[in-house]
């Protein structure tokens, strides 16, 4: 029993409120002390500010918490906001032009020139801001679970915020692994918080996010929202992969089954359900977002996943509501302030709601994340707006080309900076945001690997049915979740088909458990003209759009979309 003159019994960081700090403090400089002539020599003001070098979780969690507002929701996950910028910024994505990489871009308005001068500059910048933040964060990890092909990141960022969210993103090292990291491959300088100055040369505003393949680095200035990060090395993987080691990097997710081992590839961009159908409970999980299909097989490029909250519940996508745990991160989430509750339905700050988790946190991940087998499916998902395709489609070799090269999808609201509704659009190779090479490399490379191995090919519309946007509905997640165990089953390969019109695809005439009217969407429409009138519309689209690529395909590729008479 204490005496009352006694302090009673307290854990010693109450009574020393220095005492986690300095031990943090003593750990990271102990930690990066053979590192400290780099980042002296990149600029960094080594007396002023302090590195903290792939902090603990629960650090991170402080000092977000102490620093930037965040919030510890009910489930323990912590909820941080990226700012004005709730999505990515494609149109303030920069290439810098120079030798090493030049003749391999395809430059255009998806990959925009850059000087070297003016990357120099915004580079000089990006660092001259982290110069005057007390802490900066640094975070070292892979980018590739084969280590036959991975590459070295390091990110170096002023918000814990950004520094977790890499942790989760990134292949995280074992101690060892951080010991012998060495020379990074790859280099991120994240100061978003701070504005490019709009009047340097090929600045279009004060937001910039720009690629040096020669220097292998990467500068954002004037965007908090993570996504940039992710992305980023995304692009430098869909550079080296096809380019340094003649591998086929893909914006795809991937699974395995348990029993048998045949492996699904499913291509989509943000919105068309990667994601929510890759996490399967009958199939182990080899990544949700990116990966490369190898000579050997298929690997992640990540080390975690980056799931879109809207309307999310533990009913509909239980994998990735219970992902949402100590670790992860909400990003611009709504919640209770009474009860810290996350509201998933609420969109008040963006439709674009966000968690990052590692990819442990799915319960039946595949670690690593990685197979030596080749795939035997691949689902090209798409989000019609229109509501005039099919929900499943087989594709012939010709076919899958053709819909590879055009990645017809919408745009769904939050996924990129200012899109309020569905926006039809025409990804290539479901990637063109990030896509670096000319869109033929990659299909012909997918092209000639579908052929090889005997892949089967899928176009499967998770969009509307029933009517456009705005008069139909959202096709319902258990059909599509129905239709995409008959291709696991092979049940749709010993189907009945028939030809769907103007687009001539094969549909199944029958699904278990899937609606005569939802697998033929001229029979869900009530009003008939409307719906050839749609029909044409969107085939006179596709047509359009396809007409960059039909100088460098074969006639068979080329007959095998729409036709309009």
Known sequence: MAHPHQTPYVTPHILH?????ASDNEFHSKLIGHDLEYFSQAGFDMDRIQLKRNAPVAQLYEDAIRNEGAIISSSGALINFSGKKTGRSPKDKRIVFEETSKDDIWWGSVNIKMGEHTFEINRERAIDYLNTRDNVYVFDGFAGWDPKYRIKVRVICARA????????????????ELASFGEPDFIIYNAGQFPANRFTKGMSSTTSVEINFKRMEMVILGTEYAGEMKK????????LQPVKFGQLSLHSSANVRMEKGDVTLFFGLS??????LSADPNRLLIGDDEHVWSDTGVFNIEGGCYA?????????????????????????VVYDPATRIPDYDDVSITENTRCAYPIEYIPNAKIPCMVDRQPSNIIMLTCDAFGVLPPVSKLSPDQASYHFLAGYTSKTPGTEDGVLEPIPTFSTCYSAPFIVLHP???????AERMS???????????GWTGGKFGTGK????????RIVDAVHSGELLDSKYETFGVFGLQIPTKVDGVPREVLNPSLAWTDKEAFEREVRRLASMFQKAFKLYEGDVHESVRLAGPRVD
């Open 161 to 176: 915020y950004h520094a977790l969210f890499m942790n989760n993103m990134l292949i995280r090292p074992t101690e060892e």
């Open 232 to 239: 980023g090395v995304f692009s430098v993987m869909h550079y």
């Open 17 to 21: 409120r220095h005492y986690a700090q």
């Open 271 to 276: 919105g068309t359900g990667k994601t929510t």
């Open 474 to 481: 959202r096709c319902p997640l258990k059909y599509t979740r």
């Open 440 to 446: 033929g490399r990659y299909a012909e490379m997918l």
């Open 308 to 332: 879109k909250c809207i309307n999310l519940s533990q009913e509909k996508e239980p994998e990735i509501y219970n992902a949402i745990r100590f670790g992860s991160i909400l990003e611009n």
């Open 452 to 462: 090889t191995h005997n892949v089967s090919c899928w176009l499967i519309n998770t």
